[in-house]
């Protein structure tokens, strides 16, 4: 199977205090055939240029959304930027082909363990089911969703060693966007 390209959005807020998606985006940018954007570095002030984002998604195969999990959802920027770039006539609707046939992924830390995104557990729902309105869109663009990379209870992840693990788990995920089904999801 032909290699893909593959786009990591990378989406922090406070990239000075993050601990795991600074790991994790560190191992992305040493992965062959994988370009890296922090869009939280490029648009400060949330002004997207909408034009340069859809020319650089229309050169990838697969785009990931990298971002700790806040409030159940994404930072803001992340839905800013789909508010934008998403546009009727280009993602969707008459004439919005562009996204068609692309993987669409995302890898999400959060601070709650696995216990507790669970039915049983207090967030009653995994992290997956909270990822739903990304899931439907990635749909309605005709994208190719695959399931998350999803790495739980970070407040638990007390050193560089203990991270470390999750680091080698997401550049075989993102290897496997590249070359294979990029079916693999939850980490350990
Ligand atoms: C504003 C805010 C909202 C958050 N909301 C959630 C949440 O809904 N669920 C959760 O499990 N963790 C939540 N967290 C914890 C972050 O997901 C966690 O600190 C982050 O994934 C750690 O990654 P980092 O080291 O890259 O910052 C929240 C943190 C902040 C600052």
């Known amino acids: 199977m032909p290699s893909r390209r593959v786009l990591v959005l990378h989406a922090h807020p406070a990239p000075h205090k993050s601990r795991v998606n ?4 560190a191992e992305a940018e040493g992965v062959d055939g994988v370009t890296v954007r922090h869009l939280y570095e490029i648009y400060p002030d949330f002004l997207i240029d909408v034009r340069e984002e859809q020319r650089i998604l229309e050169s990838h195969d697969a785009i ?3 971002h700790p999990f806040y409030w159940y959802s994404a930072p803001s920027l992340v839905k800013e930027w789909m508010d934008l770039v998403l546009e009727h006539g280009w993602a969707y609707g008459s004439g919005g082909t562009a996204l068609h046939g692309r993987i669409f992924a995302q890898a999400v830390t959060c601070g709650g363990g696995r216990d507790v995104y669970c039915s049983e557990g207090r967030n009653r729902h995994s992290v997956r089911d909270f ?3 990304f899931e439907q869109s990635a749909l309605l663009c005709g994208m190719d969703w ?3 990379f999803v790495v739980h209870g970070t407040g638990d992840l007390k050193s560089a060693g203990e991270i470390e693990p999750f680091a080698l788990d997401y550049r075989t995920w993102l290897e496997s966007l590249r070359d294979g089904d990029g079916r693999s999801q939850e980490t350990r």
């Open 22 to 25: 600074r790991r994790l985006v």
């Open 131 to 133: 990822l739903l309105p």
């Open 64 to 66: 990931v959304f990298q």
């Open 146 to 148: 695959r399931p998350p």
